[in-house]
């Protein structure tokens, strides 16, 4: 056991309750990379020697920023992670074990995993939502390729609403789909956006019907392995059955539903592929 009683960036008060915000294991050393929310701090956890004697555990500590809360992975190698308090993204570079960049995104970011594509002006880059904005974050990824789009927002795509929480995509589909269950609004909580990877500019919003006669909210976007299908979830009260929609990832037109008295309070759905090898 380690604790996470530790100083806020390095050098503050002393946080007593500092939270693992996120977690994730390097491509390239035999490491974690823990984030600490409230103390500011990215932790590299060396596990390669546990085995031994004593089980050594070396910890690297990188200061950060605070309100450090979720992220995803660009390139496998970058490590993004939203300040979310600050409306700032956090990159470290999980090759080199360096605090890499800091980004300004909109008011208070929340990327889920964050999406990553390939764009024919700006090469690799990775999209975040925000809660507080109506805006999807389009920052470039590539220092080595594409250096002079690098840990800069290429593109703010404006959204109709506020209240984003997940963002989704895959290398098959010619869209990147949000949701806006945070927003106080009961339509717009009950509506998805498909934003073209291309343009980048929203190509289409619509109400999912039956979402607000349940008084349930859109969630959780995610695509199959094979990126032929998109799955939501209707996120309604534990008293009230809803359903997990399914579209088609080309024309965004309705499959199917999945139903059932079971079907309650439906989030997040993960496909174990695209979760194993950070597709998103």
Not at 93 to 105: C, I, L, N, P, Y
Request: charged share 20%; with cysteine.
């Amino acid at each position: 056991m380690v604790s996470t009683i530790s100083y806020a960036k390095g050098a503050g008060k002393l946080v007593m309750e500092a939270r693992v915000a996120a977690i994730v294991a390097s491509h390239f050393n035999p490491e974690w990379i823990v984030n600490l929310k409230e103390s500011g701090q990215t932790w590299l956890v060396d596990y390669s020697n546990l085995h031994k004697k004593g089980r050594p555990l070396p910890i690297t500590m990188i200061d950060t920023d605070l309100f450090l809360h979720d992220g995803g992975w660009a390139l496998k190698r970058y490590f993004i992670v939203a300040a979310n308090a600050l409306n700032k993204l956090i990159v470290i570079d999980t090759k080199t074990r360096e605090f890499a960049a800091e980004v300004e995104a909109g008011v208070r970011p929340h990327p889920g995993r964050g999406s990553n594509w390939e764009h024919p002006t700006y090469g690799p880059v990775w999209a975040t939502g925000n809660i507080g904005s109506p805006e999807v974050t389009v920052v470039g990824v590539d220092p080595e390729k594409h250096p002079q789009y690098a840990w800069k927002v290429v593109k703010r795509i404006t959204l109709p609403y506020t209240g984003n929480l997940f963002i989704k995509t895959h290398p098959n589909s010619p869209w990147v789909i949000v949701d806006f269950p945070m927003s106080p609004s009961p339509q717009a909580a009950a509506s998805l956006c498909a934003i073209d990877k291309r343009k980048l500019e929203v190509a289409k919003c619509w109400e999912v019907p039956g979402a607000q006669e349940l008084k349930a909210r859109m969630v959780h976007p995610e695509f199959n392995k094979g990126g032929t299908e998109i799955w939501v979830s209707a996120w309604g009260s534990k008293d009230t059955p809803t359903f997990i929609v399914v579209y088609d990832a080309l024309t965004l037109r309705e499959k199917a539903r999945i139903t059932g008295d079971w079907v309650r309070t439906p989030t997040g759905k993960f496909n174990v592929y695209n979760t194993a090898y950070d597709i998103y």
